[in-house]
């Protein structure tokens, strides 16, 4: 895999197109750990977008209260996403698994870009998202979003009234 990215994604409009078709999402890599990236998106996907979920990880039994799947050929149905949460050198084997589903998109989270891979599942017919976290791009398309970030309500730069200033 070359450090020169010559394979170019869908634009805005795509993507958001791609999100508005979707029904069902399949976590690959999915992790039952709170601090882990999936596990965030996970929790997200399941309380704000209309998506069934599936998690896909043949270590866990359970995340967030659903089953956990051993591998994409296990889920209950077709995902139109298989949203990867995987290392670089998963991925060929992650196509492969994602083309015998027969899903319709192969979304790659941040950090995630392999051109070959992205060649190999176009030429079969599939949509593909690489190095975007399915959750922020939902998020953005939904009003989630806003310009200065994360809208978690946890996090501000406003002061709190009544408390003490130092």
Not at 45 to 62: D, G, H, M, Q
Not at 97 to 126: I, K, N, S, Y
């Amino acid at each position: 895999m070359s450090d020169v990215r010559t394979w170019e994604g869908p634009s805005a409009r795509e993507r958001q197109a791609i999100l508005a078709r979707t029904t069902t999402v399949a976590i690959v890599g999915a992790s039952d750990n709170p601090s882990r990236a999936s596990y965030f998106v996970a929790t997200y996907l399941l309380s704000t977008a209309p998506y069934e979920i599936w998690f896909v990880n043949p270590r866990a039994k359970e995340i967030l209260g659903r089953p956990v799947y051993p591998s994409l050929a296990d889920v209950p149905g077709t995902p139109d996403v298989v949203d990867v949460f995987r290392k670089p050198s998963d991925l060929p084997e992650v196509l492969d698994e994602t083309l015998a589903a027969g899903a319709r998109t192969l979304w790659l989270q941040l950090g995630l870009w392999d051109d070959d891979v992205a060649a190999r599942a176009e030429d079969a017919g599939l949509e593909v998202v690489m190095d975007r976290c399915l959750k922020i791009e939902h998020a953005r398309f939904a009003g989630g979003l806003h310009w200065a970030g994360f809208d978690t309500g946890v996090i501000s730069s406003r002061r709190s009234r009544g408390l003490p200033t130092a």
